[in-house]
């Protein structure tokens, strides 16, 4: 007597019930989120405390364009006194965008 299913076609229906059944990994990894999260903010954007609601559009365009062209002076003032040796120093300082960072 033959059998009914091939040891190929039962490892198939096997297999297809499992994926059917068992949840899917990625939405595991969804609900509970491993590692970290960071959000960029704008200084300008209203979530920003810098944010100031009585500026106007022209106020805060300039005030970007000064920050701007600090930064580039800054920036040129960096690569003019560089030295053979490469480093990346950390300072704090009035940026563009703010950072949350969770753990």
């Known amino acids: ?15 297809l019930l499992l994926l059917a059944i068992l949840p899917n990994p ?12 960071m959000d960029l903010i704008h200084r ?13 559009l022209a106020q805060r365009a300039e005030q970007a364009a000064l920050r ?18 490469i480093s990346s120093p950390v300072m704090a300082g009035p ?3 703010l950072m949350k960072l969770s753990l």
């Open 1 to 15: 007597m033959a059998a009914f299913f091939s040891p190929l076609a039962f490892s198939l229906l096997l297999q």
């Open 44 to 56: 300008d954007s209203s979530l920003s405390p810098l944010y100031d609601l009585s500026s106007t």
């Open 68 to 85: 701007f062209m600090l930064r580039s002076r800054s920036i040129a003032s960096w690569f003019a006194n560089t030295t053979s040796m």
């Open 26 to 37: 990625t939405t595991i990894f969804a609900s509970k989120p491993l590692g970290f999260s």
């Open 95 to 97: 940026g563009e965008l």
